[in-house]
């Protein structure tokens, strides 16, 4: 009889102990699998796979998504042999309040991690309603070479998303005929 209950108590007791282990090993699965995803969306160093992965893909920041359709080159219509930069975005507030979405709020840099500056033209700038999309473009004067890493901070939040831009369309007179 007294057997019994010891047998029945070891039991008891390597059953909770394998319930345990069980769910700190899936836990820890889980930390590492969100690690994981963290690190792919902010991972900006491989280069052939974040073309895929990051242009075109909608990122949000403080409740707008905000994607980047296309990236172009352009001739600078003021500086011979110097281009432009043109992102197309487009941005859809996810919100229940309007929101303001800003080309100024986003910074681009060049491979040589040097920021370009914004080039006057017709950048997005607007507040945007709860549930309504907004396409516009953003334009930076292009030093150096690619590929252009691309963050938008929001001011008033600090949360930020970062692209990666890989492909740029070259529409100069230079382009290469297809």
Known sequence: MILKRRFRSIWICILTLTIFLTGCISGEKEVQDEQKNMQKQTNTSSKGETDKKETGQAKTVSGVSIRIEKALKLEHP?????????????????????????????????????????????????????????????????????????????????????????????????????
């Open 78 to 178: 003021e500086q011979k042999g110097k281009q432009v930069l043109q992102l197309q975005l487009m941005a859809t507030n996810k919100t229940a309040e309007e929101r303001f979405v800003d080309v100024f709020e986003m910074s681009v840099w060049n491979q040589e991690n040097k920021k370009l500056r914004i080039y006057p033209g017709d950048n997005l700038g607007t507040h945007l309603s709860p549930g309504k999309s907004v396409k516009g473009n953003g334009y930076y004067v292009i030093e150096g070479k690619g590929p252009f890493k691309v963050q938008y901070e929001n001011t008033d939040t600090k949360e930020k998303q970062e692209w990666i831009i890989d492909k740029v369309t070259d529409m100069t007179a230079d382009a290469p005929k297809k």
